[in-house]
């Protein structure tokens, strides 16, 4: 057995059943390794390293499990970063296999040479380790795995390609030889009793409770609903954490953040008590203001405890069995006037998505797009976003429920990965149907490429259907309304304009389905025919770049602000948007449906 053969036996006694990879001549002994054991684990081959990351990400994700992704030495290596990264933000568990050039070639400037020890320093700083003799395997193997797992991050394995090939001698009892075993032993970590006491006495303190709930509470949503129930709470979510608890719960207020919604931002306005569990939400302007509510704050990792808010608790410990330590010692709230106003803000919220929805646009309304898709969604669907406007409307029109999961970049915010995250997500569960949204500056980057991917793997899915919706609206549209609100500047159309690509014929020259929709009248169907297809499906949406991702707390001189830097320069015409600014507002209130129709307005707000 070669090191390399035993490298793949390791990842099967781990139970590794998918390597998201590559091929090149910097793992040609890893290759060959692969052809003598049947292809096990499976190797899935991307288009670019890249995505092989980002498959593994999807993959953990949605999986819970650990992630593999491989590469050769030099450009591999470097291609796989960004989704390690993404990995490495959102806390999920991978582990790279990455090869070198032969030890006798280091350091001497050699093709393809790259100082990977350095290069992967600080996205695999839990652990990053060089194989040089065979005898240090298992035990590299093991450490990454298990490191992976218990601190759900990046780690990294680097294999000079002569090791690769040479024969594998385990450690033997001796001097300076590590042995290892497999497994990962199950614990929970729980909080001392004296500082659940505290939280609690804290909590039964307030009169007007708000929860946050990221990622981190996805197991715990029986003990987070028995929660609010007691303390008569709201509760707003982390997008990490938006499939944690389902939205037809009339006090789960939805996103929070420049993504989130008109509730959640009033929920953080006026509470009096935050709880927030397992997340790591960064923008501290969304959460009350520094003086206003006592907080308590339950993570499982004692290295992110107290950040974001001046929290007086905070419980180090796994969600589920802190809470059921705390439940006990809560004391039962009326729900009065906070939680009626909290259900009451949240129902009106999703009548104004709708109403917001039904807006005319040209050609058709992003915000309708995925809000008819919210209606039509199996409740076991697999759901990814990519970066970009597409997920202010995934953030804001989609509702949970179900199994249902759902994921975005959530802290890299990268572009890219929303394609190549729902095909680690059927290699996951090829049993579930999986829908990408994403807008057409990342279906340029990656989609594209990756649905070759996806015309090669479909076959080995029990149920074929991967959707994915592309918002083409030839604009990189949220940057253009960021250079809007926040630098006041009109649209730089060298840098933010793209061409019109055909999306769906691209998916039926590879044997996949196909639609381009260019009516209103016509997206129902498009979404029913993709979700109903044999095959995996490219729904191309004409989407109107002008409907602006309003943020929850917009005003509307912030609103007019933008509307100047697209007319900059014209103060007549800025005044005539602002009126058409007020005529929005009104039309998405109850009973004030009209159109615009002054001359020039062409019935466009």
Known sequence: MKVSDYVLHRLREWQVEHVFAYPGDGINGLLAAWGRADNKPEFVQARHEEMSAFEAVGYAKFSGRIGVCAATSGPGAIHLLNGLYDAKLDHVPVVAIVGQTNRSAMGGSYQQEVDLASLYKDVASDFCETVTVPEQLPNVIDRAMRTAHARRSVTAVIIPADVQELDHTPPTHAFKMVPSSLGMPAYTAVPEADEVTRAAELLNAGQKVAVLIGQGARGARTEVEALADLLGAGVAKALLGKDALPDDLPYVTGAIGLLGTRPSYELMRECDTLLVI???????????????????????????????????????????ETLRRLLPQLERKQHGKWRKKIEKDTARWWEVMQRRAAVDADPVNPEYVVHTLDALLPDDSLIAADSGSAANWYARHLRMRGTMRGTLSGTLATMGPGVPYVIGAKFAHPDRPAIALVGDGAMQMNGMAELITVAKYWYEWSDPRLVVAVLNNQDLNQVTWEMRAMSGAPQFLPSQSIPDVAYADFARSLGLGGVRVEKPGDVDGAWRRALAADRPFVIDFRTDPAVPPIPPHATLDQIEAAAASILKGDSDRTGMIRQGIKAKVQEMLPGNRHRDDRPGAGGKR
């Open 278 to 320: 397992g997340s790591n939400f960064p923008y501290t302007q969304f959460m009350p203001s520094l003086d206003q509510a006592r907080a308590v704050q339950i993570d499982i990792d004692p290295h992110m405890v107290g950040l974001r808010y001046p929290f007086e608790v905070n419980l180090v410990g796994d969600a589920r």
